[in-house]
């Protein structure tokens, strides 16, 4: 059954990402991807949306499936409760819960930090850092996810030990369109990097984000900021605060695990503060810790 | 003209708010409040709503009009340049601009403090933390002036020498109605002290408000946070990070210039760092700001 390939999919509250994975080279052989996000579907549209994707590269079922991200969630396909850290690949393997109406189909449980003074969860980036790690062999480092809910993991021996969400990128969507002080970026496409290295200088202010995104509104009236670069300026107030906090906690190496166009953003932020940077794509990410779990998982089920 | 009484207005964003003053006693002898704020109004409307609100208290265009807040900026009745800090009821009084169209009504010009590591503006609160001092009869003190855009002002021999705006009010009500962290506090009123206290310890988080906020989240999943306490708590969290930013920069007592229910907030949030609290609600503020303005700006005229 397990055979010479494997399926990942990433499923998430806005994106479905799929790919055909060659098991012995990694090699990622087909992909597919969809808006068709956990938002987008009621509960038992999913093993019928997964089959429909998937049929063609299945072989009767014969090829599996690993599904991580937010289906594995209270309003996904069905709940898999996060694991406590820490935890690495061989326990995410034994935490597999198999896929209701669909053959030979997984779904990864997912990380939580559960402590009086912080209290945590993922779903799906775990996953992108155990892939990281294989992907640079390395057995240790700290591992920044960015994107709407930045994560930023902390593995031991190949094992996540710990992890901080930043609630980054949600933040920077909710003030661009929802906030007076975002008013004259809406429209406007791409971001201005000038604009993006005046809100990392502003990241700094003593009074913190909370004056330093309202910066974006008084510089633009008599400072000079000009419209084009509202997006940038406020883009760059964030992800200079979300480095700032972290950058606080230690001045090794960060590996960088998102789309190319987020990790340059972050390694021009990490590097201001001397930090620096490896990068690792995300879908890269996703396929090689797809491949690390399930080879426990293949040891798991040979018990 | 002048006469015993005068009529000040505090016009934002959203509200309109007039009082009718005894100049003699500081007496608030009639007040009218509407929704007709700037958003609500075209540029030429202005005067019209002005006259129409204000004719039965005026006596012929003889009781003077005072008119602070956004009404003064470039998309309300008339733009009246803002003035640079450290300025006073005196400098406020001289930079006054002719309300056009309306007989004997004047638009307060606001501040501002233009230097290269802070860009900050405002319009109104000028006039509440003058007249908090002049309540209080202090001729110095740090005032906080809690809203949407929060903000804190230092002011020496009676004038405002610097502050420092706190996005606060604008980026509670983004999260909260905007993002995933704020769905379960959506359709419900009131605010839960107890989720507030808990957000205000959760603003003390190693990582910064980025992730504070994110634990309205992990908290509601896995540490029992109620729906009925996340509203609470994202505001403890946002009051209590600009609280810890402000109180960074000293000790002394700091004067709460806003609403009861704000001032109440920030009463436990100040106290909580052990800082003694004066408050003053915030009309009453505007009222005595405005008289204090109008005394000097007699004297202006009548030289």
Known sequence: MTGRRLIAVDWGTSNFRAFLVDRETGECLDSRRSEAGLRALSADEFPHYCAAQLSDWRDGDRVPVYLAGMVGSARGWCQAPQ??????PAELAAGLMPAPGLEAAWIVPGLKAVRDAHVDVMRGEEVQAFGALALKQLEQGVCCLPGTHSK????????LIDFT???T???YHAVRYHTLVGEPSRGREGLDEA???QGLAAARHPAGVLHALFETRSRHLH??????SVAGFLSGVLIGTEVLAQHA???QEVILVGSPSLNALYRIALETHGVPVVEVESD???LAGILALADHHESVEGK
Chains 1, 2 share one sequence.
């Open 169 to 171: 990128g949600e933040l």
């Open 152 to 159: 930023w993991a902390r593995l031991v021996e190949g094992r």
């Open 195 to 197: 604009g993006f290295r």
């Open 249 to 251: 906690q230690g001045e």
């Open 83 to 88: 694991l406590e850290v820490p935890a690495g």
């Open 284 to 286: 890269r990410a996703t």
């Open 223 to 228: 400072a000079g900021l000009g419209a084009e």
């Open 165 to 167: 969400t930043m609630m």
